[in-house]
């Protein structure tokens, strides 16, 4: 089973649709998570970390199920500027204060006008 | 203030030959991080670094593949003989002490002919 695994899309969206993507990790250890954006030929970017409670910014909310492993991320009101491969992240603990971010392949988003 | 520096931006080499490429990290940054992009394997980490000291190399795909970081504020990774599988996007990410954000640069794009 891979570490982090996503739907690698494409998700073709009108503007102003809301868009969910989903994210499952299969350590159990794992610590923290993030999302990330990938804009074509360009580097990651943190979007968002990823709270057990649930957190929003903006139009973007985030949320964690531990019990599940599993993480979403809801974009409501898409822009045409929300075009980009959003990477799930997983930060584990892999001992003697050795943390490691491990990526999924991402999911393409494509807002369309 | 400039963030993670990398040169060069676009390499194309010929198979066999030597490729170095160089990472200067943020400014008063503890940890550096090699990372190889493909479509087939996604953003895989090679290598890092805490207080320029390789902590986890096991991403390292074979002795061909060498990394350094003489200082804080550069580092190499070094390809010796190059392949053409060797082809990707190779980025460098930097990251301060007890944050998990992580900072990529622009990625050089490696072309192995």
């Known amino acids: 089973r891979k570490e982090v695994e996503q739907d690698p899309g494409p998700f073709n969206v009108p503007e102003g649709a809301t868009v969910a993507f989903n994210c499952t990790y299969s350590?159990?250890?794992?610590?923290?998570f993030f999302w990330y954006r990938q804009d074509c030929r360009k580097e990651p970017k943190l979007l968002m970390s990823?709270?057990?409670s649930g957190n929003e910014d903006g139009r973007f909310t985030a949320q964690l199920n531990r019990a599940s492993q599993y993480i979403s991320l809801l974009i409501r009101d898409s822009k045409l500027s929300d075009s980009a491969t959003y990477l799930c992240?997983?930060?584990?603990?892999?001992?003697?204060?050795?943390?490691?971010?491990?990526f999924g392949k991402g999911t393409k988003l494509s807002v369309i006008p | 203030d400039a963030g993670v520096i990398q040169s060069p931006r676009h390499e194309v080499t010929e198979m066999g030959q030597e490729v170095t490429l160089r990472c200067k990290p943020i400014?008063?940054?503890?940890?550096l991080f090699w990372y190889r992009q493909t479509m087939m394997r996604g953003l895989e980490l090679l290598i890092y670094?805490?207080?320029?000291?390789?902590?986890?190399d096991s991403g390292m795909p074979e002795d061909r593949f060498s990394a350094k970081m003489p200082n804080a504020s550069f580092s190499t990774l070094k390809i010796q003989p190059s392949e053409p599988r060797d082809s990707a996007v190779y980025f460098c990410?930097?990251?301060?002490?007890?944050?998990?954000?992580?900072?990529f640069g622009p990625g050089t794009r490696l072309t192995v002919l």
């Open positions: 990410a930097s990251s301060g002490a007890g944050s998990d954000t992580q900072y």
């Open positions: 350590n159990s250890a794992s610590q923290s």
């Open positions: 990823v709270y057990s």
């Open positions: 992240v997983v930060d584990t603990y892999s001992g003697a204060g050795s943390y490691q971010l491990t």
């Open positions: 400014s008063g940054h503890d940890y």
């Open positions: 670094f805490n207080n320029n000291v390789p902590i986890d």
